[in-house]
């Protein structure tokens, strides 16, 4: 295992020294302009944070410019309803980040007088932030001289040390390569430009090393692999779940909808009743008495540990009542993606739901 004595013994005080004057030089000329940077306000850059967790900038910046709009300070957020906040969500995906934004939002309030924790210790202690999203916060914000350690940045250290094992394996390492290369005088501009080289230079497929201001440091470029790092672990086979759908429709022309659990996966978003395997049950339970009427398209859809396939059946219900709502006010339910396909079917002209 790479340790950090041996990193040391790479790189000598004046290597650190001219790494961190070359990566800022790029990022002066190449850096991204973003709406989070250089802003002031650490609700703001708090919130760009947590979009930005495994979601790319495109799609962050419409999504953060909205919330913005609806909730322009912590206090707003704080007194929004949950629901309001995973409508604002949909279709971001790790929808627990939205659950701890609005939760951390009342602790502000109920713990810090609606003043944002601008210190470590307190930082850590607001749902969903953990050591690089804290570096990641106070050092934009405050310019505090955090590390951090996000997707991108672990690839561009992997690669930087040649690292021979996975990351997730190796992480203490990487956080001491982290600390160890941070520009402690401005470590707001050498954070940013750390995410903006793993972003823009160092990716996944096609790292542009000729033009990487680190490329004569590179353990990985050196030994003409870059992209053999960083070490992946094994595969595994990701499992894939068959639901069916009961798209309930009664004669009002109403449409049957229920609320997940507020916790665990895609928790607090609303959903069309489904089951893995055989819905008769599901279907005596719910609607006695249901008439098939057809299928729609299979709905197919990815998360990060395993794969839905999802049959949605119309059923004809002479049910009312509790979650039976006006298919025209479906859009003002949080969704998730793969069950907003099949409201994307649902309202394709050509299907004719009336009676
Ligand atoms: S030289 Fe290439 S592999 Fe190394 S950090 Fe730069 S872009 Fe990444």
Request: net charge positive.
């Amino acid at each position: 295992m790479l340790r950090l004595s041996l990193i040391m013994a790479i790189w000598t005080v004046d290597n650190l020294t001219e790494m961190r004057r070359s990566l800022l030089q790029w990022y002066a000329q190449q850096g991204r302009t973003l709406p989070w940077r250089n802003e002031p306000d650490i609700y703001r850059v708090w919130i760009s944070e947590i979009m930005l967790q495994q979601t790319q900038v495109k799609t962050v910046i419409p999504y953060y410019e909205r919330w913005l709009a609806q909730f322009p300070t912590v206090a707003a957020l704080a007194a929004a309803d949950l629901q309001t906040v995973l409508k604002l969500w949909e279709g971001l995906g790790y929808y627990a980040r939205a659950r701890n934004l609005h939760q951390a939002a009342q602790q502000v309030v109920g713990d810090f007088g609606g003043q944002f924790p601008e210190d470590v210790e307190n930082i850590l202690r607001l749902k969903g932030i953990g050591r690089t999203t804290a570096g990641g916060i106070l050092s934009s914000a405050r310019n505090l001289p955090l590390a951090i350690l996000d997707g991108n940045v672990k690839r561009v250290l992997a690669r930087l040390i040649a690292l021979e094992v996975p990351p997730a394996k190796a992480l203490d390492e990487l956080w001491d390569v982290s600390e160890q290369l941070l520009d402690r005088d401005n470590s707001r501009d050498f954070n940013q430009a750390l995410m903006d080289l793993g972003a823009t230079l160092c990716t996944v497929k096609k790292p542009n090393c000729p033009h990487c201001p680190w490329q004569s440091y590179c353990a990985a470029y050196l030994k003409h692999r870059p992209t053999d790092f960083p070490r992946r672990a094994p595969k595994k086979q990701i499992p894939t779940k068959k639901l069916v759908a009961a798209i309930a429709l009664n004669f009002d022309q109403q449409i049957f909808i229920q609320q997940r659990p507020q916790d665990g996966l895609l928790g607090g978003l609303w959903e069309f009743p489904n089951q893995e395997g055989d819905i008769q049950a599901l279907l005596a339970y719910l609607f006695p008495g249901a008439q098939y009427e057809r299928s729609l398209n299979t709905v197919f859809h990815a998360y990060t540990h395993f794969k839905i396939e999802i049959e949605p059946r119309i059923y004809r219900v002479d049910l009312t009542g509790a979650g039976w709502v006006e298919q025209k006010q479906l859009s003002h339910y949080p969704f998730s993606k793969a069950h907003l396909k099949i409201i994307e079917q649902l309202q394709e002209p050509q299907l004719n739901l009336s009676l």
